[in-house]
């Protein structure tokens, strides 16, 4: 997949109404679980951070509304999260 085609994705946490990636940003894609497909913005993360995850609220987890689907970093410097499993 080439770079232009990665940015084609809807970022999560993003109004519907702009749903693209921003010029200046940096994104990971998130794969796998409910969340498959999506950018998450990562701007503001520290990059020497391998292992450490993120929980993203989501509706469509096993856990339903308020439950969260957590995602980890393959490996510091790529721009993949790997889904680990929902939380309540």
Known sequence: ?????????????????????????VYA???GGPLDGLLLDITDRCDGEPGEGVALRTEIGRHGPGGRAVYVP???GERR???RGDVP
């Open 1 to 25: 997949m080439d770079e232009l085609e990665f940015m084609r994705g809807r970022v999560y946490g993003a109004d519907h109404d702009d749903p693209g990636p921003r010029h200046g940003r």
């Open 81 to 83: 999260y790997d889904w």
């Open 74 to 76: 393959r490996r510091t």
């Open 29 to 31: 894609e998130l794969v």
